[in-house]
Every structure is written in structure tokens, then in C-alpha cells.
């Protein structure tokens, strides 16, 4: 089955970095664009980057142009996201999903793992 599993969390100043992962397991991971998204407490569900399947094409979020990068390794069926320069705005739990805007904003199409909490004190 489908899984997902996020990783790399933790608490940072602002500023600061991190490195967040995702392992696919239970699809052919190098044949789907992934997302990462992200929900604050108390708000719904907001896009942050997606990556196309052979990670030539990305996006990003206004708000993370320029500090965050999304990136893959098909060879460890691995998506990442390198976080600079984080901002309290930025706290959040992180979820990779399969697929890209509207699926991948939903939990249950989207395949959201468990998520990784991120928090960025100012």
C-alpha cells in the first residue's frame, strides 16, 4: 500500500534551518509529481512546493521563493525539502503527498503520512 513517511523536524530560531525528507514506499514513486504541504495550527491545509516526477519542473509558495528548495532522489524513492532562513510564520506540521494540487491537498488522496513538526522561534 502507499505509504509515506516524513522526517526531519525540530525546533529552530528564526533563521535557522532544516532539512525535511519523505520515503515513499508501495508505488512506483519516479512516475509521480509530490507535494509538500503544510497546516498551522488552527488553519487548514497550504501548498508549499511541488516537484514534477523526474524533478526538472518545481514550485513554490510566494512566501518560501527563494529560502526553501524541493528536490528527489528516484533512486531511494526520497523527496526532500531544505528549509533557510526560517521564519516563525513557517511553523507548521509538514506532510509530503503523492500528486500534485488539488489531490495532494486532501489527506486521504494525497497519502499525508504522519507529518513533521516544525518550529521556528523568533
Known amino acids: 500500500q502507499v505509504q509515506l513517511v516524513e522526517s526531519g523536524g525540530g525546533m529552530v530560531k528564526s533563521g535557522g534551518s532544516l532539512r525535511l525528507s519523505c520515503k515513499a514506499s508501495?508505488?512506483?514513486?519516479?512516475?509521480?509529481?509530490m507535494t509538500w504541504v503544510r497546516q498551522a495550527p488552527g488553519k487548514g491545509p497550504e501548498w508549499v512546493s511541488s516537484?514534477?516526477?523526474?524533478?526538472?519542473?518545481?514550485t513554490y509558495l510566494d512566501s518560501v521563493k527563494g529560502r526553501f528548495t524541493i528536490s528527489r532522489d528516484n533512486d531511494k524513492n526520497t523527496m526532500y525539502l531544505q528549509m533557510n532562513t526560517l521564519k516563525p510564520e513557517d511553523t507548521a506540521l509538514y506532510y509530503c503527498a503523492r500528486g500534485p494540487q488539488p489531490i495532494a491537498m486532501m489527506r486521504t488522496s494525497g497519502y499525508w503520512g504522519q507529518g513533521t513538526q516544525v518550529t521556528v522561534s523568533s
Open positions: 508501495g508505488f512506483i514513486f519516479g512516475s509521480y509529481m
Open positions: 516537484i514534477s516526477p523526474t524533478g526538472g519542473v518545481t
